[in-house]
Antibody, heavy 119, light 107 residues
Framework: QVQLVQSGAEVKRPGSSVKVSCKASGGTFSSAAISWVRQAPGQGLEWMGGIIPIFETANYAQKFQGRVTITADESTTTAYMELSSLRSEDTADYYC????????????WGHGTQVTVSS | DIQMTQSPSTLSASVGDRVTITCRASQSISSWVAWYQKKPGKAPWLLISEASTLESGVPSRFSGSGSGTEFTLTITSLQPDDVAIYYCQQYDSYPYNFGQGTKLEIK
């Protein structure tokens, strides 16, 4: 049974960056499909991007291209999502999600990290 | 990009009712659709993968069907615990977009 533990809530100033971590335990990390999904207040789920750690290359939704960087460290079984040039619209809950069946649906989810962007 | 359009946006039904949520893809995606349940303050919960495969631990009153561009999530005998927002997600090709969600309420 995979468990995903995310880093804690963040409050950031507009224009700054945030880096959220997601520590996986209890399963195969290297070949898993790991996505980052966010939900802004009152909005739906939004896929930001994803990575399969063994392949190292991440794919991103065009909306976030150039502002988001997703990485994974196989040695610590931890995935990261860094979002730069933050604006108030980036205020949201950010989830990591992991799929173990060689597809991009996710049976395991982190608890979410609240990121607030405010001046 | 493949767009996923859910209907209705909001659904109000009585306990014991059969409810159906529809998700339409902007192009054919075979059976590469998953359904999630999302409650406030909780992470999404995977209900169904590959359009119709019920995930372990999910009550049998949930079922999924469809292929190509049209997919449905059905709940037979609606229970109070089913109050949530339901999302479809395509995983045929990236970006692996979600539908906009269907809010399910109890009358």
């Amino acid at each position: 049974q995979v468990q995903l533990v995310q880093s804690g809530a963040e409050v950031k100033r507009p224009g700054s960056s945030v880096k959220v971590s997601c520590k996986a335990s209890g399963g195969t990390f290297s070949s898993a499909a790991i996505s980052w999904v966010r939900q802004a207040p009152g909005q739906g789920l939004e896929w930001m991007g994803g990575i399969i750690p063994i392949f190292e290359t991440a794919n991103y939704a065009q909306k976030f291209q150039g502002r988001v960087t997703i990485t994974a460290d196989e040695s610590t079984t931890t995935a990261y999502m860094e979002l730069s040039s933050l604006r108030s619209e980036d205020t949201a809950d950010y989830y990591c999600a992991l799929g173990t069946r060689s597809s991009w649906f996710h049976e395991y989810w982190g608890h979410g990290t609240q990121v607030t962007v405010s001046s | 990009d493949i767009q996923m359009t859910q209907s209705p946006s909001t659904l109000s039904a009585s306990v014991g009712d059969r409810v159906t949520i529809t998700c339409r893809a902007s192009q054919s995606i075979s059976s590469w659709v998953a359904w999630y349940q999302k409650k406030p303050g909780k992470a999404p919960w995977l209900l169904i993968s590959e359009a119709s495969t019920l995930e372990s631990g999910v009550p049998s009153r949930f079922s999924g069907s469809g292929s190509g561009t049209e997919f449905t999530l059905t709940i037979t005998s609606l229970q109070p615990d089913d109050v949530a927002i339901y999302y479809c997600q395509q995983y045929d090709s990236y970006p692996y977009n979600f539908g906009q969600g269907t809010k399910l309420e109890i009358k």
